[in-house]
């Protein structure tokens, strides 16, 4: 569906797709910052105005990300009923956890 | 063929001419534009220093109503602020109350107010300040001395409190930019409002006005107000070389066509050479490095400027804090520390990370770190003052977020009680072995009003040090448990004294260099 790839920033890719039971699942893959948020934010935006029950975000290819990217993350969780964060690498794993936020993102334990 | 050598030179001066004017032209566009660059980041400067004064008056109100009108907490709460010398924004400082400002002032710390001399005037302009729900500025006030006054009214719940501030100009109205400051060679007036008009005129460089030379300016608000800043440029902004090109070419061209003109031939080559050189010299990379080092070292003054002067010396124990910029560091970051004196042997140890870079950031920090003096003044333990800033940030309005790690020190009975949103745990370390304190963190500041917080107490033996920090210090692109177990190493590998602790654990530890800013504070029981 919608990606925001290479020829905005290369550092950089987001793809929207949907699962068998209709969640949206968002996959972010590169380095995530204060410098690209706001692409990533008005590319899933559309999503959210869907009003989906449950949102899926696929973090596994991210080598990256800094607490704003955190902060968007919790921002996404609040306007839906379930939000999961998968995948995660283990240092954004641990933040999560450090910060209490891995109920909220329904982390693995 | 006479006409030759004539036409050779005709040609040589004409294409010399139009290279040397090319040339000038570029100058002058690139110094216009790295003025606006210099005047858009004293602006910036300007917008992040604002909510100083802003917080300070604001806490002050708000802090008069939650205590309704306690004169000697107001009184101490403003009273770092209040005075002449680095940190001190007013000379004067008054509170008043909202319903009769014809009684005059309730308390006043530092000079008495100029305001007080025409009470109805003070009515009428505390009543606008009040509606606008912003800082009021009523404007220069006139003879003896020159003062900017300011009000930010509360209409609150116990009938309303105005806390008032007077800030000294010089007489003159002049103050030149210091050799060594970031915008030195520059000339600056700034006035009060948008307009350039001289009664408006707050502060200069310049004796006369209007700046001479090629100006650029900026409107930034101020309260329901506004400031604008007109700055020229004294010297070559982009350096003398760029400034002497357009002379260089003409004369060097000059003496090339007129030698050419004896040799014809030679000529298309030694023109390639004048428009090579040009070209070469204009467009030089040292001038973006040049401008990403000034940037950075701005951003630097702005973070500095933000954070406290000085930590409260307090007998018993000793702090010690540091501050770097990350390698993004072109914009400042929201990292903060703070040092608080509760009085009666406590102080509260503040360690903050708002998200996100720039003016956002560090607005936002600023506001938290006003808010947590201004509930820590009315007597507000850390787990109420950390639900009351959910009120202030909120990740879905302005997509911000701030980790908070707050510790009460009672220095006598050597217990430090701690309380976390969502931040990293402190270090405490004695007699050479180092551990981190288990903490239940609470939610990061933002993500929802009304969060419950618990804190946990912990006691140490004499001597022991303890450290708070940010996570630029141990988050680097590895494991986080190991720059946590690298921190503690390196904290418990010798015994020196804590400002040097501090400094040589934020060299090693931020090596790398780490994208994100750093902060650490240490305080350590002298007996």
Known sequence: MDQLDAATDPLLTVDIATDGAGTPIVTIAGELDIGNIDAVDTAVAPVLLTRPARL????????????????????????VDEFELRNPQPLLRKVIKMMGLAEKMELDP | M???????????????????????????RNEQRLLGLRVRDA??????????????????????????????????????????????????VSLWRLADPERGPVAVTGAEPKLGSAISEAS????????????????????????????????GVTGGFVAYGESQLPAD??????????????????????????????????????????????????????????????????????????????IVGTLLAVGASAGARRLTERRRFAEDLASRLEVSSSENRR??????????????????????????????????????????????????????GGLLLVVGDVSGRGLPAATTMATLRYAIHAYAAQGDPPTRILTKLSDLVSVADNHQLATVLCAVVDIERRTISIT????????????????????KAGLPVGVETGTSYTSTTISVPPGATFLAFTDGLVEHRDDLEQGLSRLRDAATCDDTGLPELVSRLMEELSYDPSPDDSVILGLRWTS
């Open chain 2, 173 to 250: 109205r002049r103050s030149a930019i210091g050799g060594t400051s970031a915008f030195a060679g520059l000339d600056y007036a700034l006035y009060l409002g948008s307009d350039q008009r001289f009664r408006d005129l707050l502060i200069t460089s310049q004796v006369r006005l209007p700046l001479p030379g090629p100006t650029d300016s900026v409107t930034v608000p101020f309260g329901n107000s506004a400031l604008t800043l007109v700055m020229s440029s004294r010297v070559s902004l982009a350096g003398s070389l760029p400034q002497r090109l357009p002379w260089i070419i003409g």
């Open chain 2, 2 to 28: 006479l006409w030759v050598p004539a036409v050779v030179l005709l040609l040589g001066v004409l294409v010399t001419g139009t290279l040397a004017w090319v040339s000038h032209d570029q100058y002058r």
């Open chain 2, 291 to 344: 401008l990403y080092a000034e940037q950075r070292s701005i951003a630097q003054t702005l973070q500095h400027a933000l954070l406290p002067d000085a930590l409260p010396q307090v007998p018993g124990v000793q702090t010690s804090a540091q501050y770097r910029a990350g390698a993004r560091g072109v914009e400042i970051g929201g990292d903060w520390y703070d040092v608080i004196d509760l009085g009666d």
């Open chain 2, 420 to 439: 976390s949103a969502g931040h990293l745990p402190p270090l405490v370390i004695s007699g050479g072995v180092g551990e981190y304190v288990e903490l």
């Open chain 2, 124 to 155: 009428a302009f505390f009543a606008r300040a009040a509606a606008s729900a912003k800082l009021g500025v009523i404007g220069l006030l006139r003879p003896p001395g020159l003062r900017l006054g300011y009000a930010f009214a509360t209409p």
């Open chain 1, 56 to 79: 899926i975000v696929d973090v596994g290819g991210l080598r990256f990300a800094d607490s704003s990217a955190i902060a968007l993350w919790v921002r996404w969780a609040a306007s």
């Open chain 2, 43 to 92: 602006g910036a400067l300007l917008t992040a220093a604002l909510p100083d004064i802003q917080s300070e008056l604001a806490s002050a109100a708000e802090l008069a109503d939650a205590t309704n009108g306690n004169v000697r907490k107001f009184t101490r709460f403003v009273a770092p602020y209040v005075g002449t010398g680095p940190g001190k924004q007013f000379v004067s």
